[in-house]
């Protein structure tokens, strides 16, 4: 689903990704329609710098990005396997083993992407 990036999207990101300084991916030049794949592929170093930056969100914020991948307006798509696996980690520990356990199916038959490694959520 193609969307625009609310003011609290923005919010998010910018808080995710304080060195973002523009809304457009350098790479396709279109902007950003999501929260989680810039964070992923444009801005987090390695898998601990990711879940550094998915760490600063509160139980509120998770929530919020949950509802957002649940309705289809977040994209999971391209964000690389080893990326989702440290989100799906947090979810489950802030959210629960059910809430992580849906978003790794949503993740799985959503695929965008090229697939990768097989995600084993324990």
């Known amino acids: 689903m193609v969307r625009e990036l609310s003011t609290k999207d923005i919010e998010l990101l910018k808080k995710l990704a304080p ?6 991916c350098s790479g396709s030049r279109a902007p950003y329609r999501s929260i989680l794949p810039p964070v992923s592929n444009h801005y987090s170093r390695d898998e601990e710098d990711f879940r550094r930056r ?12 949950v509802s957002l991948i649940r309705n289809g307006e977040e994209s999971l798509g391209c964000v690389p396997p080893q990326y989702i696996e440290v989100f799906l980690g947090i ?7 059910q809430t992580a356990e849906e978003l790794l199916m949503v993740y799985l038959s959503g695929r965008e992407c090229p697939p990768g490694n097989v995600i084993d959520l324990k």
């Open 19 to 24: 060195e973002c300084a523009g809304l457009v």
């Open 91 to 97: 979810v489950e520990e802030k959210m629960g083993t």
């Open 54 to 65: 998915m760490s600063l969100l509160d139980t509120g914020e998770l929530a919020y990005l």
